[in-house]
C-alpha cells in the first residue's frame, strides 16, 4: 500500500532469453521452462523471451528457418509434429504456468521471410548485387524458385492462405539451373521494401524466400496469426527477428491491429543488429508512435572491445549506445543467441568480462537488462560452455530484484575501475554498493547515505573479502578483486539469506 502520498516502488523488471542456439532438439524445452518459471521468478526474472514457436524446415530448425506461423506443434509437418522446442500442448501449458507465476511471455516472431517450401513455382526474375541490392546484374528471365507452401499437414485449419510466387519479393535459389544468387522477383508493382536499412542499398533481402509485406493477402494473413497467437498464449509482448530487413510500415499495421484487438500496453522489441546509434535512433523516431525498443548492439560491440582490450577506459563503455543516448528504448543484454560460437557474431565477449558487463546492465538505472539463457545455465552440445559469473550470475539478478532502487550516484573517475552507488527508495531502502574493474584489485570512496552509519556491509557474490563498515558520515572505502566485482550491502537487509540458492546448469529434463 501506498504510504501517504508515496506509491510502492514497482519491482524491477528484468528479460530472460529463454533459450540458446545449441539447445539439444528433444521437442522438451517447454516442458523444462514449465518446470523452472517459478525458480526464474524468485531470482527476479518477470519476463522470459521465448524462442519462435512455429514450425521450421526442419525437427531440429530452431525456428529462424520458418515454414508456417501457424503450425506451433500441432501437425505432421517438415518431418515432425513438435517443433524443436515442444508440441502445442507443452507451449500452451508453459503459457499457462507463466502467467500463473506472474512472468510475461515475449513470444519471438520472423516475419521477413519463410523457408522449405512445397514446391517451386515459376516466376519471372532478375539478378542483383550482393553488395548493391538496387543494380540489376542479368536481363529478365524465368527461374523455378521454391515459392509455393501449401501446408498439406495442417490443411486450412486456422488460415486457408496458401503462399505462392507473388507473396514474395525475392528468392535465392533457381532449381532449374541449381544456381544460387539473389533473385528479385519481377511483377506489377513488385519492387524492393522502400522502409528498410539502406546498407547495401537496400537491405529489405536477407535469406530464403523473401516476404512482400505490401501484397494485402499477406498482411491479412499475418494480421491474423499475431492476433491468434497473442490470445492463444496470453502475450504480453513480442521480439520482432530482422527488422531492418522488412517493411518498418508493414510493422506499424502489425503492432496497430494488435493493440486495437488485443491489448494496448504490448511490449515489443526489435532486432536491429547494427553497430550504428544515428541508424537505430532514425528507426526509433519514424516508430516513435508505438512505443518501440531494441537491443543495444553498440552496447554488445562496447563490452566485446572492452574485453579484449588490456586496460580498456571503462568510463567510456557506454559512448554511442542507445542506454546512454534513449534509455527508454534499450534493451541492454551482454549475450544473445546469435553471439554464440559460430553464429552470426564470433563469441564476441571474453568469459571474464561476463560479470562486469551484467553489473553494468542489471545494477544501474538506465535500460531494461536481457539476460541470456546460456549464461544462466550454461551451454550445452559441441560448444558447451559452464554458466557464466562462476555461476552466480543469478545472485546479480537477484541483487537487481531486491536492492538496485533509487537515486544512482557515479563514481567513474578512475579508468579500469568503476563505482557506484543506489541509494534505494523509500519503501525498499537498503541499497547497494558496486565496484567493477577490468585490471588490478579496485577500491572506491563511496558515500551510501548518513541513514546507514554503523551498519557493516558484505559482499553478496563473496568474491570481496571482508566486512565494510559504514562511517558516521555515511562513507567507506569498497573493493572488488582483480578484472572482477563486488556487490556490497547490508548484512542484515532482508532477502540476504535468498543468495546462493539458485543451481545453474539443471536446466534440462527427461522427456
Known amino acids: 500500500m501506498a504510504e501517504g502520498n508515496k506509491m510502492p516502488t514497482e519491482e524491477n523488471a528484468t528479460m530472460l532469453q529463454a533459450f540458446e542456439w545449441y539447445i539439444p532438439d528433444d521437442h522438451t524445452h517447454w516442458k523444462r521452462l514449465a518446470r523452472d518459471v517459478e525458480k526464474y521468478r524468485d531470482i527476479g526474472i518477470t519476463a522470459m ?129 541449381k544456381k544460387t544468387a539473389i533473385y528479385k522477383i519481377l511483377g506489377d508493382f513488385k519492387s524492393w521494401a522502400q522502409s528498410v536499412d539502406n546498407e547495401k542499398g537496400n537491405f529489405d533481402y536477407l535469406m530464403f524466400a523473401d516476404i512482400d509485406h505490401s501484397h494485402p493477402e499477406v498482411k491479412k494473413d499475418i494480421n491474423d496469426w499475431g492476433i491468434w497467437i497473442a490470445e492463444l498464449l496470453s502475450l504480453r509482448g513480442f521480439r520482432f527477428d530482422a527488422v531492418k530487413h522488412f517493411s518498418e510500415e508493414y510493422l506499424k499495421e502489425f503492432i496497430t491491429q494488435l493493440k486495437r484487438n488485443v491489448k494496448e500496453d504490448f511490449f515489443f522489441v526489435g532486432e536491429f543488429w547494427k553497430d550504428s546509434l544515428e541508424d537505430m535512433l532514425g528507426y526509433l523516431d519514424r516508430l516513435d508512435d508505438h ?169 553478496i557474490l563473496g568474491w570481496g573479502q571482508g566486512e565494510v563498515h559504514i562511517g558516521e558520515d555515511g562513507n567507506a572505502f569498497f573493493k572488488c578483486p582483480a578484472t572482477s566485482i563486488a556487490i556490497w550491502v547490508n548484512k542484515d537487509a532482508p532477502g540476504r539469506d535468498q543468495f546462493g540458492k539458485f543451481k545453474p546448469g539443471k536446466g534440462f529434463c527427461e522427456k
Not at 525498443?293 to 542507445?322: H, Q
Request: hydrophobic share 35%; with cysteine; net charge negative.
Open 291 to 459: 512505443r518501440f525498443s531494441l537491443f543495444d548492439a553498440p552496447l554488445v560491440y562496447n563490452f566485446s572491445e572492452a574485453s579484449k582490450t588490456e586496460s580498456f577506459d571503462l568510463r567510456a563503455i557506454f559512448d554511442g549506445t542507445l542506454v546512454q543516448a534513449r534509455p527508454i528504448s534499450a534493451v541492454t543484454l551482454v549475450m544473445n543467441h546469435d553471439t554464440q560460437p559460430h553464429q552470426a557474431l564470433e563469441a564476441p565477449i571474453e568469459g571474464f568480462f561476463k560479470s562486469i558487463a551484467y553489473a553494468l546492465i542489471l545494477l544501474r538505472q538506465e535500460g531494461y537488462p536481457c539476460v541470456f539463457w546460456g549464461d544462466l545455465e550454461g551451454i550445452s552440445g559441441e560448444y558447451k560452455e559452464e554458466p557464466s559469473c562462476g555461476g552466480q550470475l543469478s545472485d546479480i539478478i537477484l541483487a537487481r530484484k531486491l536492492y538496485a532502487y533509487g537515486e544512482q550516484d557515479d563514481y567513474f573517475d578512475y579508468p579500469t575501475c568503476l563505482g557506484w552507488v543506489r541509494r534505494g527508495s523509500w519503501d525498499r531502502p537498503n541499497g547497494c554498493a558496486v565496484v567493477v574493474s577490468n585490471a588490478g584489485p579496485g577500491e572506491k570512496s563511496m558515500f551510501v547515505g548518513e541513514e546507514h552509519k554503523g551498519e557493516i556491509w558484505t559482499d
Open 49 to 177: 523471451w521465448i524462442p519462435p514457436p512455429c514450425k521450421a524446415s526442419s525437427p531440429s530448425g530452431n525456428g529462424y528457418d520458418i515454414y508456417d506461423l501457424w503450425d506451433l506443434g500441432e501437425f505432421d509437418q517438415k518431418g515432425s509434429v513438435p517443433t524443436k522446442w515442444g508440441d502445442k500442448e507443452d507451449l500452451v501449458r508453459l503459457a499457462n504456468t507463466a502467467e500463473k507465476a506472474g512472468v510475461l511471455l515475449y513470444a519471438d516472431a520472423v516475419l521477413n521471410h519463410k523457408a522449405a517450401a512445397d514446391k517451386t513455382e515459376r516466376c519471372r526474375v532478375a539478378e542483383v548485387d550482393p553488395e548493391n541490392r538496387t543494380r540489376f546484374i542479368s536481363d529478365e528471365y524465368e527461374i523455378d524458385g521454391w515459392l509455393g507452401f501449401t501446408f498439406s499437414g495442417r490443411g486450412d485449419k486456422y488460415s486457408s492462405m496458401k503462399w505462392h510466387w507473388e507473396h514474395f519479393s525475392g528468392t535465392d535459389y533457381n532449381a532449374e539451373n
